[in-house]
């Protein structure tokens, strides 16, 4: 009897009583695996929790997600920031270079992507959050926001060609509250197609804040949007700004992700 002829009986055997084995040993596992990196037994971190998520509008689209950073993790990105903060930049239409400008006037740096086992932690929930890859979003930043500082209403598509070149345009942006605020430094989307609908009157929002749909920042809660329609175009609805500071600070972070592989270009 010949090697195969033994192998048939062996295989049905096996069916019958490890029903598991095949599956086990079949790719289904690898995949699974690699889809979602999200690191275990972290002591700050929360695990990914989609119940947490709703969405707050289609145009455009956009998400809350409560409680999606620990107080441990807001409080570490502000102590890994607060002494290296330097004026915002904005890019320029046309060149695409950083320059200064009086629409944005907050502080803030840029961590490193992977920095530690926190960063790396937020950056896995934020890719199975948003079902984008690691590789796709840019380092995180964190801004500060005080005594009217803002960010007046922009889109964070590009206008210029430059800044394209590495991972495309960016697709989605992730903004993390670290701090609760006393007064304004909400998160307005001046054309959402539902601005009409949210009342005003019931929290204490900020006159910029009823010019839209209006996020009032939390501590731990992220908002997601995304910049792009489904259909690859741009999506001007999520011209969005970041409402002057009246009362308190703002601590915030945020995370860009862009439609191609951020860390190794093609
Ligand atoms: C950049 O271009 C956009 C779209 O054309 C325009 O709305 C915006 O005001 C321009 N920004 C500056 C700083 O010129
Ligand atoms: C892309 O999608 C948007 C939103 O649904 C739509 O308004 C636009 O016409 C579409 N553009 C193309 C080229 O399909």
């Known amino acids: 009897m010949g090697f195969q002829a033994l192998l048939i009986p062996y295989f049905l055997f096996s069916l019958m009583f490890f029903p598991n084995f095949f599956i086990q040993s079949s790719g289904l596992?690898?995949?699974?695996?690699?889809?979602?990196?999200?690191?275990?037994?972290?002591?700050?971190?929360?695990?990914?929790?989609?119940?947490?998520v709703t969405q707050i509008s289609w145009h455009p689209r956009a998400f809350l997600y409560r409680n999606f950073l620990t107080d441990a993790e807001c409080d570490h990105l502000i102590q890994l920031a607060k002494d290296k903060l330097e004026l915002s930049m904005v890019a320029d239409n046309e060149s695409g270079k950083?320059?200064?400008?009086?629409?944005?006037t907050s502080l803030g740096m840029f961590l490193w992507k992977n920095q530690d086992k926190v960063i790396a932690g937020i950056e896995s929930r934020i890719s199975a959050w948003t079902f984008l890859p690691v590789e796709n979003g840019e380092a995180m930043q964190v801004l500060h926001y005080e005594n009217g500082q803002k960010y007046e209403p922009h889109w964070?598509?590009?206008?210029?060609?430059?800044?394209?070149?590495?991972?495309?345009?960016?697709?989605?942006?992730i903004l993390m509250y670290l701090s609760n605020v006393r007064k304004g430094g909400e998160t307005v989307f001046p054309n959402s197609e539902i601005k009409d609908s949210q009342p005003k009157a019931i929290k204490d929002w900020s006159e910029c804040a009823k010019k839209g749909y209006a996020v009032k920042p939390e501590k731990g809660d992220a908002l997601l949007f995304f910049s792009l329609h489904p259909?690859?175009?741009?999506?001007?609805?999520?011209?969005?700004?970041?409402?002057?500071?009246?009362?308190?600070?703002k601590w915030s972070a945020t995370k860009w992700i862009h439609v191609r592989n951020f860390d190794k270009p093609q």
């Open 156 to 173: 964070d598509y590009f206008h210029d060609k430059a800044n394209q070149v590495r991972g495309g345009h960016r697709v989605a942006t």
């Open 231 to 249: 259909n690859t175009t741009l999506d001007e609805f999520s011209l969005h700004e970041s409402c002057p500071v009246i009362e308190g600070e």
């Open 29 to 52: 596992r690898k995949i699974r695996k690699s889809v979602i990196r999200l690191p275990n037994g972290d002591s700050y971190g929360h695990p990914f929790d989609p119940t947490r």
């Open 98 to 104: 950083s320059v200064a400008s009086e629409v944005r």
